[in-house]
């Protein structure tokens, strides 16, 4: 077993990557990812690869697009706002098919906003990111090691499905330095028959593009692409259970605030209160058949959020509004506190009429 080693979660995302087989980077400085972008500008020389850092985040973006449709395994990171500059080249490669992964380690917005940790890209991750129908996987990390496992898995489910996958990190993660392994990824084979890489006079030429003219064809493409989605829903989502079994609170949160409701939910069970968390690993597919589940044990759910409050909608949309949903958040750069968030979940107790 490979030794652990003291690294930056944004280090560990770089040299997962690596480990994964990308051996093209393509970004732009911006914090509080730009350790991604430093790492692999001395890495990727040493070993043959290739880094670039692109004029612009849209050009990043597009030469993602030329890289991937060769077959190649090829990545990109950013932080808020220049997610949002590559929102029409994610919506691109969702056109064509092509597979990638794409790292947001989070600021506080909207706009330029601030350099703080912030969840407030969910909706953007989620629920498309660019114009058109299409999804894209999207992985949360709460820890350094899952900043590299989700990395290397990320890059698997993108090459599976053809599809992009987002490590979605707050800034704490990428900042934060824990012991991580960097482990050796199971060999995987996976069918690249459709990428351009000269036909030798043994095949057709293969097509790279997201233009389709005819309207029957285009809407054919888009209905067998969400064919693919409701697969992944039903054999990817990924989400971690801590004291559920007896849990009558159910609390929901992703990155750094699961690890603070983590601290929180232990004060409360010494008061005598049944809370457990649902942590969601995949933001998309969302793991809605397991909030679902705990629906029918509690009485009352609590989203924990670095942002104004949007993860709670999808909460809301697996349980069927069944029962109430709480917010406990912060914004604009600021975590919650344990005590705020044990504050909150000795509310939902005394109303739920939970034991004390």
Same mark, same amino acid.
């Given at each position: 077993?490979?030794?652990?080693v003291?690294?930056?979660?944004?280090?560990?995302?770089?040299e997962?990557?690596?480990?994964a087989?990308?051996?093209?980077?393509?970004?732009?400085?911006?914090?509080?990812?730009?350790?991604?972008?430093?790492?692999m500008?001395?890495?990727?020389?040493?070993i043959?690869?290739?880094?670039?850092?692109? @004029?612009? @985040?849209?050009?990043?973006?597009?030469?993602?697009?030329?890289?991937?449709?060769?077959?190649?395994?090829?990545?990109?990171?950013?932080?808020?706002p220049?997610?949002?500059? #590559?929102?029409?080249?994610?919506?691109?490669?969702?056109?064509?098919?092509?597979?990638?992964?794409?790292?947001?380690?989070?600021?506080?917005?909207?706009?330029?906003?601030?350099?703080?940790?912030?969840?407030?890209?969910?909706?953007?991750?989620?629920?498309?990111?660019?114009?058109?129908?299409?999804?894209?996987?999207?992985?949360?990390?709460?820890?350094?090691?899952?900043?590299?496992?989700?990395?290397?898995?990320?890059?698997?489910?993108?090459? #599976?499905?053809?599809?992009?996958?987002?490590?979605?990190?707050?800034?704490?993660?990428?900042?934060?330095?824990?012991?991580? @392994?960097?482990?050796?990824?199971?060999?995987?084979a996976?069918?690249?028959?459709?990428?351009?890489t000269g036909?030798?006079?043994?095949?057709?030429?293969?097509?790279?593009?997201?233009?389709?003219?005819?309207?029957?064809?285009?809407?054919?493409?888009?209905?067998?692409?969400?064919?693919?989605?409701?697969?992944?829903?039903?054999?990817?989502?990924?989400?971690?259970?801590?004291?559920?079994?007896?849990a009558?609170?159910?609390?929901?949160?992703?990155?750094?605030?699961?690890?603070?409701?983590?601290?929180?939910?232990?004060?409360?069970? #010494?008061?005598g209160?049944?809370?457990?968390?649902i942590?969601?690993?995949?933001?998309?597919?969302?793991?809605? #058949?397991?909030?679902?589940?705990?629906?029918?044990?509690?009485?009352?759910?609590?989203?924990?959020?670095?942002?104004?409050?949007?993860?709670?909608?999808?909460?809301?949309?697996?349980?069927?509004?069944?029962?109430?949903?709480?917010?406990?958040?912060?914004a604009?750069?600021?975590?919650?506190?344990?005590?705020?968030?044990?504050?909150?979940?000795?509310e939902?107790?005394?109303?739920?009429?939970?034991?004390?």
């Amino acid at each position: 077993m490979a030794e652990k080693v003291l690294m930056k979660g944004n280090e560990a995302i770089a040299e997962a990557a690596i480990e994964a087989g990308c051996r093209h980077y393509f970004g732009y400085p911006i914090t509080p990812q730009t350790e991604v972008a430093a790492y692999m500008s001395k890495r990727m020389p040493k070993i043959g690869g290739t880094f670039l850092q692109a @004029e612009s @985040e849209i050009a990043a973006i597009n030469m993602v697009y030329g890289v991937s449709s060769t077959g190649k395994r090829v990545m990109t990171s950013s932080s808020s706002p220049g997610i949002s500059l #590559k929102a029409e080249g994610l919506s691109y490669l969702a056109g064509a098919d092509l597979p990638a992964l794409v790292v947001n380690v989070q600021r506080g917005g909207p706009g330029l906003g601030g350099i703080q940790p912030s969840q407030s890209d969910y909706f953007q991750a989620t629920k498309g990111g660019g114009h058109g129908d299409y999804r894209m996987i999207v992985l949360a990390p709460a820890s350094v090691q899952e900043m590299a496992d989700l990395t290397m898995k990320g890059f698997d489910l993108a090459d #599976k499905y053809r599809m992009t996958a987002m490590i979605l990190a707050d800034g704490t993660m990428g900042q934060m330095m824990e012991p991580v @392994e960097i482990k050796k990824p199971q060999a995987q084979a996976f069918d690249k028959s459709w990428a351009v890489t000269g036909t030798r006079g043994q095949r057709s030429h293969n097509v790279v593009n997201s233009l389709f003219l005819s309207p029957d064809v285009l809407e054919r493409t888009n209905f067998e692409r969400y064919e693919r989605y409701r697969l992944i829903e039903e054999t990817e989502s990924m989400a971690e259970r801590y004291l559920m079994d007896d849990a009558e609170i159910c609390v929901v949160a992703f990155g750094i605030a699961a690890r603070v409701a983590k601290n929180a939910i232990a004060e409360a069970r #010494k008061a005598g209160i049944r809370v457990g968390l649902i942590r969601p690993i995949t933001l998309w597919p969302f793991p809605a #058949k397991q909030l679902a589940a705990a629906a029918q044990t509690c009485h009352s759910f609590l989203s924990v959020e670095l942002s104004m409050g949007q993860m709670i909608e999808d909460i809301r949309l697996a349980i069927e509004c069944k029962r109430p949903v709480a917010l406990c958040n912060r914004a604009g750069g600021i975590i919650p506190s344990p005590d705020e968030v044990y504050a909150k979940i000795v509310e939902l107790a005394k109303n739920g009429g939970a034991d004390k």
